[in-house]
């Protein structure tokens, strides 16, 4: 029952008609909760609203009784001691309690007070709030790792709101993005979950540096390349970080895989932050081996006995003792989350784009046989030149204008049988190849790459190379041409459905994307060669205009926190090294708010690196997945889609 509590005849606020601004007094201790509407009148104090109280409902207070005042933060209580205080649509706890750590435990309603009316919490959301309350107090924060499409910005601000402390002290949350186009859909979040003015926040750049200033600020959201820069020019020139000399309340590292090597600036910048609480949001902690937990468990301040830092069953515990994890298969019925359905699309290539792969993959397999008999297999150029040729592999099993347009001199130089210019010209890497690699892939290409050649090398014949002159004269590869059949045949079924279409190779996307306009495919791109705005307004466009119905993606630009569940179709033209990746990008489209079925179509091209090679390094990486992080069945049932085990295989005929 809500009572408006009766005006001031002297007080302007009253003459004005705004008498009762201030939302809610609740009573704690009635057995029916009465709520009142009210505000402050000028100099008013505490036991003044206290008395208009007793005034107007004499039977439900008392007056010799002593009431206390608490500003309800969504579930956490702080003590109001001057009517000053309270300000319009503030929600006020009344009770005879003294010590609100004696306050009886509140349960989620008190939370959705601050979440905007239509938001509601699912029972998954609800528990992991509750188990990261509980993580808070017990170790000072810990790792969210649901899986991507889960909620879990949305915990992570409930949790924020719940446990923020009293107006008066000084605690604002930074949060660590990769990008700044998260670090908007994080302000998003805010805008559209939280009831206005609940969560202050700014985006952190050189315009708002000022801001951090203001105590009323409570979520600060910055990029890791931020932190990155500020740390670099705080150990070259001693110059002040606001990020690194700020008290933060908590740190909240999203996409936390970004502090995967102890030996980066960016974990060293992390590292260097000071905050009592500290959280990493994931929903891949282990993506290629355990050492990558080690920034993770340093930065939470979990300690480590170093005799058992590779014992598997140790690291498992650990993570499992400070992680909440659940995953889409886990909550599949709870949750109504539709299956995706997966497709292993396996394509021949033509004779002259089996000319050009094989001729590449016997040179590949002739450097790593050199530089054995000569001792130099570990080293560094060794292995970073055949990294290079397996890219050149990679590339020719996307589109062969990937090598020809960037080499235009190759099929000569090919004719010639001068392996050594070949591979001096294939040998050199630009910018944009340089962003499609990881971390570590240089070292972990030539290892993968060893092993198959122990397997296979000395089986590689010459191919026929008069095949080669062939491709000057071809429009399409086998793998794009599949692709525009999918995307004409798929668009002119249903004109409803729109699809995605992920490759790692920019210079790929944008051949497709010449390809798709000539055919008059409404189409947008997203990739890091893009502004921002124009990536924001390309994302837009996809996501509600119904006439944008593709969306070519680059993966590394693309792969983590976009929400492009309008689509339900995505096509993984190359697939990455981990398959975590992977995940995270089948998780823009596959997500606990997407309506449809979702199908996801993987391409590879038959008998070459794609195949082989590729399901044996996602299959090691997938089986230490699941020995460390999962488990149950559902979490290494999603394993298995992640790397393409179980899904339908078609071989597609490209003469049909």
């Known amino acids: 029952m809500t009572v408006n509590v ?346 002259a784009e089996r000319a050009l792969y094989d001729y590449l993959e016997r040179v590949l397999y002739a450097r790593i046989k050199g530089s054995r008999q000569y001792g130099m297999s570990s080293d560094y150029t060794t292995m970073s030149t055949a990294a290079l040729l397996y890219l050149r592999l990679k590339q020719a099993c996307g589109h062969f204008r990937l090598l020809l347009d960037k080499f235009p001199d190759l099929i000569p130089m090919i004719q010639t049988r001068d392996e050594e210019q070949v591979v001096a010209t294939l040998d050199t890497e630009d910018e944009s190849e340089r962003s499609a690699r990881e971390d570590g892939e240089t070292a972990e290409a030539f290892n993968v790459i060893e092993s198959f050649y122990e397997q296979f090398g000395d089986n590689v014949e010459m191919p026929d190379l008069h095949a080669l002159q062939k491709l000057p004269y071809m429009n399409h590869s086998t793998k794009v041409a599949w692709l525009i059949k999918f995307l004409q045949k798929t668009l002119l079924e249903n004109k409803l459905e729109k699809v995605v279409v992920v490759t790692q190779f920019v210079d790929l996307l944008m051949v497709i994307s010449d390809i798709l306009r000539s055919i008059n495919i409404r189409h947008n791109t997203y990739h890091g060669d893009m502004s921002g705005t124009s990536r924001m307004i390309s994302l837009r466009e996809f996501n509600h205009r119904p006439e944008v119905r593709v969306i070519l993606l680059s993966l590394k630009a693309g792969g983590v926190g976009l929400n492009l569940q309008r689509a339900n179709h995505m096509v993984i033209l190359d697939r990455w090294w981990n398959p975590a990746t992977m995940d995270q990008a089948i998780s823009r489209i596959h997500r606990m708010t997407q309506n449809k079925q979702t199908f996801i179509h993987t391409v590879v091209i038959k008998d070459t690196v794609e195949e082989g090679l590729m399901d044996n390094v996602l299959r090691k990486k997938s089986e230490l997945f699941r020995s460390v992080v999962a488990d149950n069945e559902n979490d290494a049932g999603d394993i298995k889609k992640r790397i393409g085990h179980d899904p339908d295989v078609v071989m597609v005929d490209m003469e049909d």
């Open 6 to 351: 009766a005006g001031e005849p002297n007080c302007a606020r009253c003459d004005r008609g705004d008498k009762n601004t201030i939302r809610l007094v609740v009573r704690s201790d009635a057995e029916s909760t009465r709520r009142y509407l009210f505000h402050v009148h000028r100099d008013e104090n505490l036991q003044h609203i206290l008395l208009r109280l007793y005034k107007e409902f004499p039977t439900e207070w008392s007056k010799d009784v002593v009431y206390y005042f608490y500003i309800d933060m969504g579930g956490s209580y702080y003590p109001v001691e001057h009517a000053f205080w309270l300000r319009d649509r503030d929600q006020i706890l009344v009770t005879t309690v003294e010590d609100e750590t004696q306050l009886p435990d509140v349960n989620m309603n008190a939370v959705h007070a601050q979440l905007r009316p239509h938001v509601q919490l699912q029972p998954h959301q609800q528990e992991g709030i509750e188990q990261m309350i509980h993580m808070e107090r017990a170790y000072r924060g810990g790792i969210l790792a649901d899986d991507m499409g889960l909620g879990k910005t949305l915990q992570m601000l409930t949790l924020i709101m719940r446990q923020q402390p009293k107006l008066t002290i000084r605690a604002p949350t930074l949060v660590l993005v990769p990008s700044r186009g998260l670090g908007e859909q994080w302000a998003e979040e805010i805008r559209t979950k939280t009831t206005y003015g609940s969560l202050l926040y700014f985006i952190y750049s050189e315009e708002t540096l000022l801001l951090l200033e203001q105590p009323c600020f409570r979520v600060v959201i910055a990029t890791y390349d931020r932190l990155r820069s500020e740390f670099r020019n705080r150990q070259i020139s001693g110059v002040s970080s606001p990020l690194i000399d700020m008290d933060w309340h908590r740190v909240i590292l999203d996409e936390s895989n970004k502090i995967r090597s102890m030996k980066s600036m960016v974990t060293e910048a992390v590292l260097s932050l000071r905050a009592k609480y500290r959280w990493c949001m994931t929903g891949t902690p282990l993506q290629n081996e355990l050492s990558e937990l080690f920034p993770l468990f340093a930065f939470l301040e979990i300690r480590i006995n170093p005799q058992q830092k590779m014992n598997v069953d140790y690291i498992s515990g650990l993570l499992k003792k400070h992680m909440v994890r659940r995953t889409k298969a886990s909550l599949q019925t709870s949750l109504t989350i539709l299956p995706r359905k997966e497709n292993r699309v396996v394509l021949e290539f033509s004779d």
